[in-house]
């Protein structure tokens, strides 16, 4: 089992690997950052400390960059079908005990994952989702922590306003549980309780099914 530690190579530095990566160094993983791109390499090198030139689908240049010693690797490779296979497959064969590899497509998913990938991440579609509820209207904030579970950030509908928590019966009658408050003209989010009372100006953390929190955030 990998640690949160650990270090990470990410493989392919488009938008969504370069991203990845440097978010990564900022939260404090070390990071092996890997492109067969010179003028891509070439300019991530003064942001990143680790990212060198190679073509992950060649064997020889993994094994030279010492890949199968990093026990977390990310497949970020998207435009080249092709490659993200062989590459994740390769990564298989050399026992990297955690791969996570980049599909658009699902039937993309399901040749990663019978090549070795052990998580398929959909960052297009996840993203789509996401600022689909963004632009919906109320939900400031909206992420899909697991299939069929959310957390989203929102202004409260009116029927929670101005009542302790612990008297809307909001588990029983929408299925949803206010996690978090920030109180009006507060800078922070703080724990929310049965005597917690929100006001109009508040915000609030609210997780839940996708379809029931949905519906509870489209009340009036
Ligand atoms: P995004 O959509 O996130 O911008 P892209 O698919 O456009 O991602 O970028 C993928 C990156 O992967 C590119 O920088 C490309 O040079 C790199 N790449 C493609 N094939 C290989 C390979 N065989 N080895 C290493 N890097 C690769």
Redesign the pocket.
Known sequence: MADHKDPVAV???????TALALELVATGTEVLA????AD?VQKLSGRLDQVVV????DPDALAEIGIADVPRVVV?????LE?SIL?TALLSELGVPTIWAKATTRQQATILERVGAHHVVFPERDMGERIAHLVSGRVLDWVELDPGWVVAKARPPREIVGVPLGETGLRRRHRVTVVSVRPENQPSFTHADRDTVLSYGSVVVVAGRPADVERFLDLP
């Open positions: 493989i392919g530095l488009g938008r969504f690997g890997v492109d067969h791109r891509v190679a073509d992950s689908t970020a490779i998207g435009s080249s490659a590459t």
